[in-house]
């Protein structure tokens, strides 16, 4: 049997200096130094293939971390963002809509990971952002940012001024008939009111969000998730229906009966 030369190499925490002489004939183990000044025989190729990587000190410190994020965590706002981005992302009926499918990146898979590489510059206040909006959830395409369209949700606040007059956004949609999330949209990306109220929609091109659970969400990404026929939500919000609506009303699906 080859005894594989690891002597002086490092394998996470563990750095190989010496054969472990006591140990079974049938494979070799190494002696490890870890960091944390521990000493522990390893069987080669579980070095080799990354299977140990500490004195286990690796592991405590990942139970800790866990334990105090069971109890520290849980229920916070950025919890439920983690919560509802993986939701979405492993429910298959998305392919559905034939939309892309977004993954989360795998360290992510577990909230630690997501805090890991998120926590910074977490407030209540910012939402959870994908620079590009095809990519998936992964440190390299998020980034938390304060969204303009967050005013969403206190549209009914949101009084403008036009053609002499000033009312809320969505009573100049119902006169001028126009879809309010368009306009809202519009406005959040700093357009003038007039602008806003009277150029046609860009059908297609004129992406709209809505902020949901802190997250900004595309309307198929929203259907999905309330899990409303695309063509349905489509239709209630070109009625002008507002989000929360749209999204809270169950669809009547109808049948001959009802129609008798
Ligand atoms: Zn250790």
Known sequence: MSIKQLEGQTFGRLTAFGIDRSKSKKSAYWICKCQCGNEKSVRSDHLIQGRIRSCGCLLV??????????????????????????????????????????????????FEGFWEDMKEGYTDALTLDRKDNDGNYCKENCRWATMAQQSLNKRNNHIIEFGGERKPVAEFCQEFGINSSTVYNRLAKGWAPVRALTEPPNKGREMVYYVINGEKLSRPEVARMFKIPASILWHRLNEGWGIGRATSTPVAYRTHNHLE
Do not use: L, P
Not at 64 to 75: I, L, V
Not at 76 to 105: A, H, L, P
């Open 61 to 110: 410190e990942a139970r800790h971390r866990s334990n105090a994020f069971k109890h520290g965590m849980k229920g916070t706002r950025i919890y439920r963002i983690w919560v509802s981005m993986k939701n979405r992302c492993n429910d298959k009926s998305y392919k559905d809509y034939g939309e892309r499918g977004i993954c989360v990146c795998e360290k992510w898979q577990n």
